[in-house]
Each structure stands twice: as structure tokens, then as C-alpha cells.
């Protein structure tokens, strides 16, 4: 199987800058989209940013600017760093990975355990 193991979430000042790691390992053939999804307190997850394997991204309106995430593909990472931190990214943040086991097999998607980011003000 596939594992997603995140770290660096933690609590930071408003204002401050945090960044998030996530690797992939288990039986990956290929590896497709990777991204960085949220879910605070009472609100559905939402996405907050995705990288392709050619290294383009796409990133909500709320964090463009301020988030920015790129990926290595030796080492089935990506990373978010997170800058200029405000109270309302308080979320719990995970990591998604679609992910090819075999050649011929389907994509499917896998998710880490999420990282708590508590940005105070």
C-alpha cells in the first residue's frame, strides 16, 4: 500500500511562516497530482493548493501570494511553505498524493494523517 507521512504543522504568530513536508512511500509506480487540502473547525475540507508532476500548480485566491508549494519527484515529496500566516489558515492540513501502483492500474488517491497549524493573533 501507499503511506503519506506529513510533518511541520505547530502553532505561529499571525504574521509568521511555517513549512509543511509530505512523503510518499509504499508500492508507487507513478505518481500524478500531489496537493495540500484544509479542514477548519465546523467547515469542509477545502483544497488549498495541487502541483502536476511538471511542476505546475494551482492555488486558491485566499493563500496566493502567501503559500507556495513545490514537490520533489526523487523523493515522492511535496512541501508547502507558508508565509504571512493569518488566524483564518487555522486548519488541520493534508497532504493528497494520486498515485499509480502498477503500470496498467488506476489512479487513485491517498491522504495523510493531517498536520495541526494554529496561527495565533
Known amino acids: 500500500q501507499v503511506q503519506l507521512v506529513e510533518s511541520g504543522g505547530g502553532l505561529v504568530q499571525a504574521g509568521g511562516s511555517l513549512r509543511l513536508s509530505c512523503e510518499a512511500s509504499?508500492?508507487?509506480?507513478?505518481?500524478?497530482?500531489m496537493g495540500w487540502y484544509r479542514q477548519a473547525p465546523g467547515k469542509q475540507r477545502e483544497v488549498v493548493t495541487t502541483?502536476?508532476?511538471?511542476?505546475?500548480?494551482n492555488v486558491v485566491d485566499s493563500v496566493k501570494g502567501r503559500f507556495t508549494i513545490s514537490r520533489d519527484n526523487a523523493k515522492n515529496t511535496v512541501y508547502l511553505q507558508m508565509n504571512s500566516l493569518k488566524p483564518e489558515d487555522t486548519a488541520v492540513y493534508y497532504c493528497?498524493?494520486?498515485?499509480?501502483?502498477?503500470?496498467?492500474?488506476?489512479?487513485?488517491?491517498?491522504w495523510g494523517q493531517g498536520t495541526q497549524v494554529t496561527v495565533s493573533s
Open positions: 493528497n498524493a494520486r498515485v499509480r501502483t502498477w503500470t496498467w492500474g488506476p489512479e487513485v488517491d491517498y
Open positions: 502541483i502536476d508532476v511538471g511542476g505546475r500548480a
Open positions: 509504499g508500492r508507487i509506480f507513478s505518481i500524478n497530482t
